[in-house]
């Protein structure tokens, strides 16, 4: 793909590296976030500061958003200054975000009627695979459209793959959220097994990660629940989030999932004793 203007609404742990990627592969970059003082490297860097979301996009071909909660995602899309304001046809807006596959469905009506092209586009690989450029991402909408943004979703990810209609990539992001829930639990029970055993961490875990009891959570969290490390690669308050909307589309559907059931109450309760702004490997703390 030939250089282009690019947007990027949400600088934080993981926009952050994803910005530096298409800096990389040599597209111009207009950033814009809540709080400016977390997009001062990338402005350093060259990229360009926008007022508001809605002058983000005046000025951008493609625009990306990763932003919190769905809540955040409906400000952004459809506030007074948010990006359908400044918008134009012809343009394309991904969401990134982990939100609602129905929020998903409603913003890419909305872009349509002004003749924007909307994906829905979450993502899974934490703060590494963003800093890798590695990160597994899961899109929803026009098959077309995907295939048009494909280039830019290669400066930053390797497993991308189209999931269907609009909300489609939304709901492959509950599936996987759904999946590392109770991983989680087994990857902390399966330490401190281990740990009242009597052995020594790194060599069971040298033995575990690469069987048929294999995860990405055991090989790269793992690690850093053992070195006491529960920096945020992915915040416990967001994970709460997705669960929270996972056993909401979960109801939808009259399902009943009772491993993430028991994931979500323990991650609350572990928010609960101020841990909503660690890493979700901090799940380990649950047993203290």
């Given at each position: 793909?030939?250089?282009?203007?690019v947007?990027?609404?949400?600088?934080?742990?993981?926009?952050?590296?994803?910005?530096?990627?298409?800096?990389?592969?040599?597209?111009?970059?207009?950033?814009?976030?809540?709080?400016?003082?977390?997009?001062?490297?990338?402005?350093?860097?060259?990229?360009?500061?926008c007022?508001?979301?809605?002058?983000?996009a005046?000025?951008?071909?493609?625009?990306?958003?990763?932003?919190?909660?769905?809540?955040?995602?409906?400000?952004?899309?459809?506030?007074?200054?948010?990006?359908?304001?400044?918008?134009?046809?012809?343009?394309?807006?991904?969401?990134m975000?982990?939100?609602?596959?129905?929020?998903?469905?409603?913003?890419?009506?909305?872009?349509?009627?002004?003749?924007?092209?909307?994906?829905?586009?979450?993502?899974?690989?934490?703060?590494?695979?963003?800093?890798?450029?590695?990160?597994?991402?899961?899109?929803?909408?026009?098959?077309?459209?995907?295939?048009?943004?494909?280039?830019?979703?290669?400066?930053?990810?390797?497993?991308?793959v189209?999931?269907?209609?609009?909300?489609?990539?939304?709901?492959?992001?509950?599936?996987?959220?759904?999946?590392?829930?109770?991983?989680?639990?087994?990857?902390c029970?399966?330490?401190?097994?281990?740990?009242?055993?009597?052995?020594?961490?790194?060599?069971?875990?040298?033995?575990?990660?690469?069987?048929?009891?294999?995860?990405?959570?055991?090989?790269?969290?793992?690690?850093?629940?053992?070195?006491?490390?529960?920096?945020?690669?992915f915040?416990?308050?967001?994970?709460?989030?997705?669960?929270?909307?996972?056993?909401?589309?979960?109801?939808?559907?009259?399902?009943?999932?009772?491993?993430?059931?028991?994931?979500?109450?323990?991650?609350?309760?572990?928010?609960?004793?101020?841990?909503?702004?660690?890493?979700?490997?901090?799940?380990?703390?649950?047993?203290?």
């Amino acid at each position: 793909m030939e250089n282009i203007k690019v947007g990027f609404i949400g600088t934080g742990v993981m926009g952050k590296s994803m910005v530096r990627h298409l800096q990389k592969a040599g597209h111009e970059l207009f950033v814009y976030t809540r709080t400016k003082a977390k997009a001062e490297e990338l402005l350093n860097e060259g990229a360009v500061w926008c007022q508001t979301p809605a002058e983000a996009a005046r000025q951008t071909d493609v625009l990306f958003t990763i932003v919190g909660e769905p809540s955040d995602v409906e400000e952004v899309y459809f506030g007074r200054e948010g990006v359908l304001a400044g918008g134009r046809p012809g343009q394309t807006i991904i969401d990134m975000t982990t939100s609602n596959p129905s929020l998903a469905a409603q913003v890419y009506e909305k872009a349509k009627e002004k003749g924007i092209d909307a994906l829905d586009a979450p993502v899974s690989g934490g703060d590494t695979g963003a800093k890798n450029g590695t990160l597994a991402i899961m899109v929803g909408g026009n098959r077309t459209t995907f295939e048009k943004v494909l280039p830019l979703f290669e400066t930053f990810g390797q497993n991308i793959v189209y999931q269907g209609e609009a909300g489609a990539g939304q709901h492959a992001k509950m599936s996987n959220q759904i999946a590392i829930a109770t991983n989680m639990i087994g990857v902390c029970e399966a330490l401190l097994y281990a740990q009242k055993a009597g052995l020594n961490l790194d060599t069971v875990l040298k033995s575990i990660s690469t069987g048929a009891a294999g995860s990405w959570s055991l090989s790269n969290l793992a690690p850093r629940m053992i070195q006491g490390d529960f920096a945020p690669g992915f915040y416990v308050k967001h994970f709460i989030k997705d669960m929270r909307i996972a056993m909401e589309e979960s109801e939808k559907m009259e399902l009943d999932l009772p491993g993430l059931a028991l994931a979500k109450r323990m991650y609350e309760e572990l928010a609960s004793k101020g841990e909503a702004e660690s890493g979700t490997q901090a799940l380990l703390k649950y047993w203290n």
